[in-house]
């Protein structure tokens, strides 16, 4: 039997656990170097790995480089190549920010609990912009009579917030990987108009203060 090989235990960029992974291929481009004049000779070059985190089934993909004389025993630093972690939203506050990492962990575990954490981030979004209402529907459309998303995007948040019933509510279905795109997209979309557009615009602005000040 091939024994499997496995690494150093490492943060998984999919799920956020901590642990070894199973190695499931290898490429390298090691190769031996010999300097004639002092003699020595050594091994180097960068390597590559497809792994298989063991909590949540993902595949990731890295690469190393390795050198006989320079790498220590605790083995060479990688670069993650896939995936290449969560995605950072511009200008979110901290605590949605919190929120929608929270999210993006349990995205490829499961697609419910991912709905479930995107409806706390919309709950969050209506805290912070001061919305009145009831409930999430009332609140998401009293963001949108003030203007600070079209009604367009409400109704996609509306969208958003009916996923989440599912996710939460047994009884309502079930979510499956298939909606995670369609999660994921109604979120981003959402958070970058509230949040990641003005704070563009500010640092455009500022730069554009900062030119004109310079000018005599
Ligand atoms: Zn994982």
Request: aromatic letters at 6%; proline letters at 5%.
């Amino acid at each position: 039997m091939v024994e499997k090989k496995h690494t150093a235990a490492f943060t998984c960029t999919h799920c956020g656990n901590k642990a070894p992974m199973l190695i499931v291929a290898e490429y390298s481009h090691i190769k031996n170097h010999d300097d004639e004049e002092s003699g020595m000779s050594w091994e180097a070059g960068p390597y590559w790995e497809v792994l298989e985190c063991l909590s949540c089934n993902s595949v990731l993909f890295r690469k190393g480089y390795w050198h006989d004389l320079l790498t220590d025993e605790c083995g060479p630093e990688y670069e993650i190549l896939y995936p290449n972690g969560p995605q950072v939203i511009r200008g979110l506050p901290q605590q949605i920010s919190k929120s929608y990492e929270a999210a993006q962990r349990v995205k490829t575990i499961d697609s419910n609990a991912f709905a479930v954490l995107l409806g706390r981030v919309l709950d969050l979004v209506c805290i912070d912009k001061n919305a009145v209402g009831d409930d999430l529907f009332q609140r998401l459309e009293d963001i949108a009579k003030k203007g600070i998303m079209p009604q367009q995007l409400a109704d996609m948040a509306h969208a958003l917030r009916h996923l989440r019933n599912i996710g939460a509510h047994a009884n309502l279905g079930e979510l499956t990987p298939a909606e995670v795109p369609i999660l994921e997209g109604l979120s981003k979309a959402i958070l970058e108009y509230v949040y990641s557009a003005p704070a563009l615009v500010q640092l455009v602005q500022s730069k554009i203060d900062a030119l004109k000040a310079k000018k005599p």
